[in-house]
């Protein structure tokens, strides 16, 4: 009732990502179809989905197995292999995707270098076809890419039952708030009418918020831009001060501003000021 890809990308500047995004007609398909890990790789399970296929099939990857290898264990052991659909990426980029004889039609996978793609309940072929020649040519930040996939999916018909949630799941070491976890993008639209395009918006917005390093780009504070703040700041309720320049007093209130809008991980305790929260405040 599904579709997804499986994926990753070896070559980021913060290292190599591991990701799955997907999209159903089914109540939150987050919380059942993507399963990623750093150094290990990734899975979805889907059709009648089998979710102890995510964290066995993660324990599997983690300790060196290939991704068909992942596959044929998972499936081998299960009785209702039939029904289940699977895909797998792992740690070195190695792709299987698995579907059942009984899964329901339309249904079916292709895996490439570095990615599969899968589908069941589609309007066609058509659906992973596009998906595929949209992920191929691709460039740019995984997360991105992931999400051109299950767009093109979409356009070409996607689940014939209709739209109701979609996902987007990527793992890199140390990429989650703070650099604690590598759970980078978890993002999750479990029920609405336009589910990936409203999965796009919070992406973008997630963007903002979970700058990568590549993403940030610090400009000095002078007097020019200080009185902007200054103007921007106290006309949103906060208190600048009346003072020239950078001064402790407007530091003060943008490091408020910061922290009210969530934005501390483009913070600096220098006198500059990211574009990012430049940008958000003048348009805010």
Known sequence: ??????????????????????????????????????????????????????????????????????????????????????????????????TGAECLDWAGGRTGDGYCCQGNILTGPDVVDRMVEAFEPSTGELAYRLLAAIEAGDAAGGDRRGRQSAALYVAREGGGYGGTIDRSIDLRVDDHVTPIPELRRLLDFHRLLIPRPEDLDFVPVDDDLANRLRSRLASKGYDPGSGDGYDERLRRALYDFVGTENLEERWTDEAKIDLGILEYLERS
């Open 1 to 98: 009732m599904t579709f997804s890809i499986v994926a990753w990308d070896p070559t980021p500047d913060a290292g190599p990502e591991w990701g799955v995004a997907v999209a159903s007609k089914f109540l939150a398909v987050g919380s059942a179809v993507p399963w990623v890990e750093a150094g290990a790789g990734g899975i979805a399970t889907q059709a009648l989905a089998n979710l102890g296929y995510g964290p066995r099939g993660l324990e599997l990857l983690r300790a060196g197995r290939t991704a068909q290898h992942v596959v044929s264990e998972l499936t081998g052991a299960d009785e209702d292999r039939d029904h289940r659909q699977l895909g797998a990426v792992d740690s070195r980029g190695g792709a299987a995707t698995y």
